[in-house]
């Protein structure tokens, strides 16, 4: 099965423009999310960005980039703009969407989202443990799945908040696995009533009946949505650095 990842990636982010090129710690966070994707050696790494200068950085330390339409209206949009541009992407089996705001992604992670797909799924994600401070954190995307005895199963519904208990209960992680056809068929459906009210792009796929399987992985690092993330993930990784010294 041969795959490819692409991280999609926007200056113009709402909540902390400039994302991509700020710094952790000396190296830029679009820098740090490529370095973790090359480690996973699933495939080819791209960026796909909409500014020169996340192009030139990713070029001129040896990656891969491709410049997309900076009016895309999403990352998915951005992924598939990417992909098709990718030279031989009729070989390609399995596209991963990663996310350029997990610096701290264990490449090991990136793996299993992988798993979904490999079960017959055309959309993978993943889920981790969600804790109790981020239960009622509409920040915090939640996923409803059943995993029994499985480390694999089928995402039931999303939400941002919850006002029912429920036992099944994970956070979410924004990345995912697509087959070549599940994300042409994906980002050509219109948007759902669901998508809009949640701003949720996944229950694109939901409202639209397209299974999304989800692996359980325990301990996925947060990503960066503000300031205050970026100065937490900052911390531990000088943190990690001083320990190893």
């Not at 050509?188 to 359980?216: C, H």
């Not at 301990?219 to 531990?236: A, F, G, R, Y």
């Amino acid at each position: 099965m041969k795959s490819v990842i692409i991280i999609p990636s926007r200056m113009a982010s709402t909540r902390l423009p400039g994302k991509p090129l700020m710094a952790i710690d000396g190296i830029p966070m679009i820098q740090r999310v490529w370095q973790q994707a090359i480690e996973s050696n699933i495939g080819e790494v791209f960026v796909a960005c909409s500014e020169i200068e996340v192009y030139d950085l990713i070029v001129s330390n040896g990656g891969k980039a491709i410049m997309t339409d900076p009016n895309l209206p999403s990352g998915t949009d951005r992924v598939h703009s990417a992909f098709l541009k990718i030279k031989n992407n009729k070989d390609i089996d399995v596209i991963i969407n990663l996310q350029g705001d997990m610096p701290l992604i264990n490449p090991e992670h990136i793996l299993k989202v992988i798993d979904p797909i490999k079960r017959n799924f055309t959309i993978g994600t993943l889920a981790t443990n969600l804790n109790d401070n981020e239960l009622n954190n509409p920040n915090v995307t939640k996923v409803e799945v059943d995993f029994k005895k499985n480390k694999i199963a089928q995402a039931l519904s999303f939400y941002r908040e919850v006002t029912i208990e429920n036992k099944n209960l994970y956070h979410h992680v924004g990345m995912y696995s697509y087959t070549p056809d599940s994300i042409n068929t994906f980002i050509n459906l219109p948007k759902s009533k669901n998508e809009i009210d949640l701003s949720l792009e996944q229950m694109r796929a939901m409202d639209s009946n397209i299974p999304i399987g989800v692996t359980y992985v325990p301990e996925v690092p947060m990503s960066v949505d503000t300031k205050e993330d970026l100065i937490n993930i900052e911390t531990n990784i000088r943190e990690h650095n001083d320990k190893s010294r």
